[in-house]
């Protein structure tokens, strides 16, 4: 079993739906990081957060430290959202990536 | 500010031969990591730097190197290059440790032949 996992794998919308990507993880951390991913492979980081919730535009991001989950959530999806999702944890001194979720977003 | 820059951005190498990849974080940046990103194994840690020491090291063989420089530039080295070391390398850089917000590069794509 992967130390972080994420789900769904994949996820198609259209325009203006509104998305989640959950984020469940198995070690301890001292905070959590949602990345994004476009193809061509830069990463931009989102968010890093150790508790409660934050927001960026249409970006909302929480986590829960006694449930070990976070989630991710985008508002009024657009095509420019699409891209792979990846959540990290901060485990001593190193990041563990969950595998990704690879977002598409139609007009 | 500049970003994080790792060069080359492409590579296109032997089986056998070594490799040298670079790094230059974010100015005022410590801390810098290397990631390796496969389709199969997804994004796995390498090692990190902070001021010029390795502090961690991923579950990588000893052909994987690193090193970091007095001015927090960082390269990283592979030596006798394996087909299944294709993959993007990925660094990061963070103000202090790694526990700190991470600044990706754009990652250097080696593909060994």
């Known amino acids: 079993k992967n130390e972080v996992e994420q789900s769904p794998q994949n996820l198609t919308a259209q325009e203006g739906e509104f998305i989640t990507i959950n984020c469940s993880y198995s070690?301890?951390?001292?905070?959590l990081h949602w990345l994004q991913q476009h193809p061509g492979g830069g990463i931009v980081s989102l968010f890093m957060l150790s508790s409660g919730k934050k927001k960026h535009g249409r970006l909302i991001a929480t986590i829960n430290i006694q449930e070990k989950h976070s989630s991710l959530h985008i508002t009024a999806s657009h095509p420019r959202d699409s891209a792979v999702y990846i959540c990290a944890v901060h485990n001593t001194d190193k990041l563990i990536f969950g595998t990704g979720t690879r977002l598409q977003v139609f007009p | 500010k500049a970003g994080v820059t790792q060069t080359p951005r492409y590579l296109i190498k032997t089986r056998g031969q070594q490799v040298t990849l670079s790094c230059s974080p974010i100015s005022g940046h410590r801390s810098v990591s290397w990631y390796q990103q496969t389709p199969g194994q997804g994004l796995q840690f390498l090692f990190e730097y902070f001021s010029e020491t390795q502090r961690n090291k991923g579950n990588f063989p000893g052909r994987f190197s690193g090193r970091q420089f007095s001015n927090s530039r960082s390269e990283m080295n592979v030596s006798t290059l394996e087909l299944g070391d294709s993959a993007l390398y990925l660094c990061?850089?963070?103000?202090?440790?790694?526990?700190?917000?991470?600044?990706f590069g754009q990652g250097t794509r080696l593909t060994v032949v």
């Open positions: 070690v301890g951390i001292s905070a």
């Open positions: 990061a850089s963070s103000l202090y440790q790694a526990n700190t917000e991470a600044f």
